[in-house]
């Protein structure tokens, strides 16, 4: 399963409700008109992540899809036909974004479960092999999901663990553990 998942924050003179309600409008749209190989998709509105907007609260959606190719149709649908006027006032009110793209590697994809994200990058010096030895058992047994970013694309560090609470890495990591409020 692949992930395109997007980091965005209203203009100024957008109160956060209407804000939230025009994404929300968008992201129902997208589960009403799905396509094969669209899974589902999931809001949650984060503070204080260093890729997000000064003011430090944004919103970071999730967007499931099968595979690669999956995308390309996603990109297509997400702005034609039915979506079209949606995503149009969603984006109209978005004062800018950064996106990146994930592939869950450990875990279940639960968003509404995510109340923690664990974003960290491989230690210098330490194989992938290490890594996942290490990461994949606390992820599988915390209930989790651990996502790994593809292609360099996007701004965070290459891990995100989705977890209920705060987890524990081994003292080799250093990490960056953001609270999810679930929008969706």
């Known amino acids: 399963m692949l992930a395109y998942v997007f980091w965005h924050w209203p203009l100024s003179t957008i109160t956060e409700h209407d804000y939230t309600e025009h994404l929300?409008?968008?992201h129902q749209s997208l589960r009403k008109n799905a396509f094969p190989g669209f899974h589902s998709s999931h809001i949650f509105q984060l503070k204080n992540a260093p890729w997000g907007p000064p003011s430090g609260q944004c919103y970071e959606d999730w967007y499931f899809v099968e595979n690669f190719a999956d995308l390309e149709t996603l990109n297509t649908v997400a702005v034609t036909a039915a979506n079209k006027a949606p995503h149009d006032q969603a984006a109209h009110y978005a004062a800018d974004g950064k996106a990146g793209l994930y592939q869950l590697y450990a875990g279940e994809c639960a968003?509404?479960?995510?109340?923690?994200?664990?974003?960290?990058?491989?230690?210098a010096g330490m194989t992938y092999d290490t890594l996942f030895s290490l990461v994949r058992p606390l992820v599988e047994e915390s209930g989790g999901a651990l996502w790994q970013r593809q292609m360099t694309l996007g701004p965070t560090p290459e891990f995100c663990w989705w977890a209920t609470i705060s987890p524990s890495l081994p003292d080799a990591f250093t990490s960056l553990t953001l609270p999810l409020e679930s929008c969706s």
């Open 24 to 26: 929300s409008a968008f």
């Open 111 to 123: 968003p509404a479960r995510a109340h923690v994200a664990c974003w960290f990058a491989k230690p």
